[in-house]
C-alpha cells in the first residue's frame, strides 16, 4: 500500500479540521478505500495511488476553501466535492452580495447552485430552481427580487403560492382571506423580513410596491415591470401553471420554485411543474436549476433526512416496479 504525507501550511490544523478531526471524518466518508492520519499539521494517506490524487487535490481545495473563508462546514466539503466544487474559488459571482439585509447582514449565493440561480436569473427572464428543502431556492429568489427592486430594474415584487391544503383546511382558520393565507405565505414574509426593514416593508406592501397573494389571483393579469416569484409551483395543476407562465410581461422576470418530492395534488392530478419542466426544457430563454442535498444549508441533519426519504422513496418505487411486472407477466 502506497502512502503520502501532507503538510498543512498558514491555517491552525485544529480549526481547519474540527474538534477530534470531525470535519476530517466528514472528509473521509467520500474516500472509504483510503486509509487517512492526521497528527499535528500532517495528514497521512495511504491507499492506490490515484484515490490519494483525488484525495490530495480536494483537500488542497478545501485548504484554499478555508484560507479564503476562514470557515469551514460540512455543507462548503459536500460542495467543494462535487466534480465542479472548483467553481465555489474561481467563480467571481460566488463572493458578489446579492442584498445587504437587515443588522448588517450580507446576503450571498452559498452554493453552487444557488451561484448557478444567480447566473441564469442574470443571463435569462424565466428561471425554475427545483430541489428539496432548505436548499435556499426561494430565498435566493427573493434576495434577487429585492435588489431588482432597489436598482430599479423593476417597479414591483409579486409573490405568490397556490392555496392547496397540505393536510390542514384553511376553510377553517379564523379570520378574512388575508388573515387566512398569511400563515401559509409566511417563508415569503420571512425571507423579505430579513431584507427589509419591518416598517418599510409594511409601507411596500400597502402601497403595492410588493403583493404577496395566492396564485388564483393572477387569473387575466399582465404582469409587467415586475420580478415575479411563483413558490411552491409543484402543487400547481398543468393549467395553473400555463395561466402563471403566460401572464409575463413585456419587462419581466419570472423565478419558478418547487421541491417535487412534496406534491400535495391528488394523487392522480399531474403537477404543473414537473409538466412545465417537461415541454419547456428546450426553449431558449428559460433557465433550469436542480439542486440537491448538496445544497442544504439548514441543520446537518436536514440533508441526512432527505437522504433516508429518498432512500425510501426509491426503495418503494422499485417494489411498485416489481409488482407491476408480475401482475402484467400474469395477464
Known amino acids: 500500500m502506497l502512502e503520502r504525507k501532507i503538510e498543512i501550511t498558514g491555517v491552525n490544523p485544529a480549526e481547519l479540521l474540527g474538534v477530534n478531526n470531525a470535519k476530517l471524518k466528514h472528509i473521509k466518508t467520500f474516500f472509504p478505500k483510503l486509509k487517512v492520519v492526521a497528527r499535528g499539521n500532517i495528514v497521512t494517506i495511504a491507499g492506490d495511488e490515484e484515490v490519494m490524487d483525488e484525495f490530495e487535490g480536494k483537500f488542497n481545495l478545501i485548504l484554499r476553501h478555508f484560507t479564503r473563508f476562514n470557515r469551514l462546514t460540512e455543507n462548503n466539503i459536500d460542495n467543494l466535492m462535487l466534480d465542479d466544487g472548483s467553481r465555489m474559488l474561481k467563480d467571481d459571482n460566488g463572493s458578489e452580495i446579492l442584498v445587504h439585509g437587515n443588522h448588517g447582514s450580507k446576503i450571498k449565493a452559498k452554493t453552487i447552485n444557488q451561484r448557478k440561480l444567480v447566473d441564469l436569473v442574470n443571463k435569462n427572464d424565466m428561471v425554475f430552481a ?9 430565498y435566493t429568489a427573493v434576495a434577487l427580487a429585492v435588489r431588482a427592486l432597489k436598482a430599479k430594474e423593476v417597479k414591483r415584487i409579486i409573490l405568490t403560492r397556490p392555496a392547496v391544503e397540505a393536510g390542514e383546511n384553511l376553510g377553517f382558520l379564523p379570520g378574512d382571506l388575508k388573515e387566512k393565507l398569511d400563515p401559509y405565505m409566511m417563508p415569503l414574509y420571512d425571507a423579505l423580513r430579513d431584507m427589509i426593514p419591518a416598517e418599510k416593508l409594511a409601507d411596500m406592501i400597502e402601497f403595492g410596491i410588493i403583493e404577496i397573494a395566492p396564485l388564483a389571483f393572477m387569473r387575466g393579469r399582465t404582469l409587467d415591470k415586475a420580478f415575479v416569484i411563483l413558490d411552491e409551483a409543484q402543487n ?31 394523487r ?17 430563454g428559460v433557465g433550469v436549476v436542480r439542486m440537491g442535498a448538496a445544497d442544504v444549508i439548514r441543520h ?16 418503494e418505487q422499485a417494489e411498485r416496479n416489481i409488482r407491476n411486472q408480475n401482475r402484467n407477466s400474469e395477464e
Request: proline share 3%.
Open 268 to 284: 392522480k392530478q399531474r403537477s404543473g411543474l414537473a409538466y412545465a419542466l417537461d415541454v419547456l426544457s428546450d426553449v431558449e
Open 236 to 266: 400547481t395543476t398543468t393549467m395553473q401553471m400555463k395561466m402563471f407562465l403566460t401572464r409575463m410581461g413585456m419587462t419581466a422576470k419570472f423565478a419558478v420554485t418547487g421541491d417535487m418530492s412534496q406534491v400535495d395534488l391528488p
Open 300 to 315: 446537518s441533519l436536514v440533508k441526512k433526512i432527505i437522504a433516508a426519504f429518498e432512500k425510501a422513496e426509491e426503495a
Open 130 to 138: 427545483v430541489g428539496p428543502a432548505g436548499t435556499g431556492k426561494t
